[in-house]
C-alpha cells in the first residue's frame, strides 16, 4: 500500500506560466519545480507533470467516491485554468508499472487509495477502473460504483500562449501588460473613412505569435524608476528645475518629451534590471492590432465620435480645455483587450520605420528595412477627433521629441 500523505505537503507557490518540460515562468523569474521523480515534475497547486507524455495531472480528495461524484468533481475543476478531465485506462498505466518498477508517479502525487476512476463509462451502471498497485484493469458495476475509487484528473499541458491568455503580468517596475493573442486582421483604413491619409492602405495582416502589450503608456514614474532622469524639466536657464511646456508633474502621467532613441536606452536597461531580453516596442502593425482588440471599426469601440471622450484624452476633453498635457495613465476606459489610452493622451513610438505598407497579405511584417523616419501611433490629447482613428499614422525623426510623445513597451513570451 501507498503511504497515506495529505496533499498539503505541496507548497503553495505563485502560479506562473508554462516553460514546457521543466518550469513555470513568472514575469520576474522562472521558477523550478517543487520535487522531481524520473519523469515526473511536482509543481504548485498539487499539479504533476509528465515529462514523457506531456500530461499534466492532478489528484482528488483522499477518500473513496462515488464514481458521479469524481466525474462531477473533476467538471468542476479550475486549478491552473481548467481543462482537466478523467484520465482513460491507457494513461493511466503510463504512470505505474506492475509492483513497484522505475515508473511510479504516486511519490509526487499522494494518494492512500488503491483503485481510480477512469473516463470510460459505458453506461450509468458501469465504470472502468484501474489498480494503482498491480496495473490490473477492473470494470466497476453498480453494485461497487459507491465506494472503491479515487479519482484523478488529467490534461495536456497547456502552450505557453494558452497559459499568458489568463494572466495580466506585472514587473518590477510597476508596469503591467495584457497578453495579446495571435490573429489576422484588416490593417489600414477604407478610402471612405475621415481624416484617412494615402498612406493607410488596406491589407490582411497575420501575427503567428502572441505577444504582452503594456496596458498603460510608460510614466514618469516609471521612466524615473529605470532610467534615473527627468526629461520633461528643464535643465538650464532662470526656469531650470521647473517642468517644460505642456507638462504636469506626475509620477501616474504618461511620459513625453522622449525620444525613440531613448526609448530604446530605456527598454535596454529596464531588460537589465529584469534580467531578460524581452522588452522591446510594439511592431506597428501590432500596435494596430493590439489597439483594434477584434475590432474592424473607426475605433476599438464602433465608428461613431459620441463616445471617444470615455476611452480617450483628446482635444475635445484636454486640449481645448486648458488641460494642455499628458494625463494620467489608465483614467479612460480600456479596449476589449484591457490596453487604455490607445486613441489619444500621448502619441506612441513603435519599432518600425515609416515606410508603404507591403503589397498583399502581410505574415508578421516588421516594416522596411531602413529608413529616415520612425512610425508613431496613437495620437494625443491635442489631436482632432479623427486623428485618434486605429489607422492613423505618423512619422517622426529618432532623434526628434516633443510634449505629447511617449510610448509603451511590447513583452515577448
Known amino acids: ?131 494503482l498497485i498491480y496495473g490490473e484493469v477492473k470494470s466497476k458495476t453498480d453494485r461497487y460504483l459507491s465506494k472503491d475509487g479515487r479519482v484523478f484528473a488529467v490534461r495536456l499541458r497547456p502552450s505557453k500562449e494558452e497559459e499568458a491568455q489568463e494572466k495580466e503580468i506585472t514587473n518590477s517596475v510597476g508596469m503591467k501588460f495584457a497578453f495579446i493573442p495571435p490573429g489576422t486582421f484588416t490593417m489600414g483604413s477604407p478610402k471612405d473613412e475621415r481624416g484617412r491619409d494615402y498612406s493607410e492602405t488596406q491589407h490582411k495582416v497575420t501575427l503567428t505569435r502572441g505577444f504582452y502589450m503594456q496596458t498603460t503608456e510608460v510614466t514618469q514614474g516609471q521612466w524615473l524608476a529605470v532610467m534615473g532622469t527627468r526629461p520633461w524639466i528643464i535643465n538650464r536657464g532662470s526656469n531650470k ?20 532613441n531613448m526609448c530604446q536606452e530605456f527598454i535596454q536597461k529596464l531588460n537589465k534590471k529584469e534580467g531578460v531580453n524581452t522588452y522591446r516596442l510594439p511592431t506597428e502593425s501590432e500596435w494596430e492590432y493590439a489597439c ?76 522596411p528595412p531602413e529608413g529616415s523616419d520612425r512610425v508613431t501611433r496613437g495620437c494625443s490629447w491635442n489631436s482632432s477627433n479623427f486623428y485618434c482613428r486605429a489607422a492613423k499614422r505618423v512619422k517622426t525623426s529618432p532623434d526628434g521629441w516633443d510634449f505629447n510623445r511617449g510610448f509603451r513597451v511590447a513583452r515577448d513570451l
Open 292 to 367: 483594434r482588440a477584434g475590432s474592424s471599426t473607426k475605433f476599438c469601440f464602433g465608428d461613431g465620435y459620441d463616445m471617444l471622450g470615455d476611452y480617450a484624452w483628446y482635444s475635445e476633453n484636454a486640449g481645448r480645455v486648458k488641460e494642455r498635457y499628458a494625463h494620467k495613465v489608465g483614467g479612460k476606459k480600456p479596449n476589449q483587450w484591457g490596453l487604455y489610452d490607445m486613441h489619444g493622451n500621448v502619441y506612441e513610438y513603435c519599432k518600425d520605420w515609416y515606410g508603404k505598407y507591403p503589397a498583399g497579405h502581410a505574415v508578421d511584417p516588421i516594416g
Open 241 to 260: 528645475g521647473k517642468p517644460k511646456s505642456e507638462v504636469r508633474e506626475d509620477p501616474e502621467c504618461a511620459v513625453s518629451w522622449v525620444t525613440w
Open 1 to 131: 500500500m501507498i503511504k497515506r500523505m495529505n496533499l498539503s505537503l505541496f507548497i503553495l507557490m505563485m502560479l506562473s506560466l508554462v516553460v514546457v518540460f521543466d518550469a513555470f515562468s513568472s514575469e520576474n523569474s522562472k521558477k523550478e519545480y517543487i520535487k522531481k521523480d524520473n519523469n515526473f515534475l511536482a509543481y504548485n497547486k498539487g499539479i504533476v507533470f509528465d515529462s514523457i507524455t506531456g500530461l499534466e495531472w492532478v489528484a482528488g480528495p483522499d477518500r473513496d467516491i462515488k464514481y458521479e461524484d469524481a466525474r462531477k468533481w473533476v467538471e468542476a475543476l479550475k486549478t491552473a485554468g481548467g481543462g482537466w478531465r478523467m484520465p482513460m485506462v491507457k494513461e493511466l498505466k503510463t504512470l505505474f508499472y506492475k509492483g513497484k518498477g522505475t515508473r511510479n508517479m504516486t511519490p509526487l502525487i499522494k494518494t492512500s487509495g488503491k483503485w481510480i476512476w477512469s473516463g470510460e463509462a459505458k453506461n450509468s451502471a458501469t465504470a472502468g477502473s484501474f489498480d
